[in-house]
């Protein structure tokens, strides 16, 4: 009797067979959907790499493009030399007005003037200059021409303004108000003569 209570109590507690096999069934469980979480996951991966893999394909294509446009660009233009030597000449044509307003602009410092404006108008001279450079276009050209223009009238008004000297105004009022207060005081005296 005591092994059939035993075996009722293996049974009903779980024989080790039996806890085995319901091991076995969770882990199948389990797997089956890890594998398929697994799967999913495998997908979203696979479309994720696709995606990027489309976009790079896009972003070289574009840039493909703009190198073949440059480089037909690159052939169209001619490259003969007279060219080239009006290309170098007008650069350094350019850049010694750039040179000349720098000068311009450090002996009006010098003689006590203000040329803050155009020395901030001249600060964005050398980009300028270094588009046009690469560029070689019309329009780049012109803009550093406008703004060399535009800086020399500025660095004109500036040379034309009455310098402020202080000092000098000082002076001249308190000499003023010592010629005049001599006067009353002449007068003063002249009257009391009389």
């Not at 009903?12 to 096999?21: I, L, N, R």
């Not at 696709?50 to 690159?74: F, G, H, P, Q, W």
């Not at 750039?98 to 602009?105: A, G, Q, V």
């Amino acid at each position: 009797m005591a092994e059939e209570d035993r075996k009722k109590i293996d049974v009903e507690a779980g024989s080790p067979e039996q806890e085995a096999k319901d091991m076995r069934r969770s882990e199948a469980s389990s797997t089956k959907s890890s594998e398929s979480s697994l799967e999913k996951e495998e997908e979203e991966l696979k479309k994720a790499v696709e995606a990027v893999t489309e976009s790079n394909k896009k972003i070289d294509d574009d840039y493909d493009e703009r190198i073949r446009k440059l480089d037909m660009k690159r052939k169209l233009e001619p490259t003969d030399e007279k060219a080239e030597e009006d290309h170098a000449a007008r650069i350094l044509m350019l850049k010694e007005k750039y040179e000349d307003l720098k000068s311009r602009i450090s002996q009006l410092r010098k003689s006590g003037k203000d040329p803050l404006i155009p020395s901030l108008m001249i600060k964005s001279l050398p980009a300028k200059i270094k588009m046009a450079d690469v560029t070689r276009e019309k329009r780049d050209f012109d803009q550093v021409e406008i703004m060399i223009m535009k800086v020399g009238e500025e660095l004109d008004e500036v040379q034309k303004e009455k310098m402020l000297d202080v000092k000098k105004e000082i002076e001249e009022k308190l000499k003023a108000e010592l010629e005049s207060e001599g006067r009353r005081n002449e007068e003063r005296k002249a009257r009391k003569a009389r």
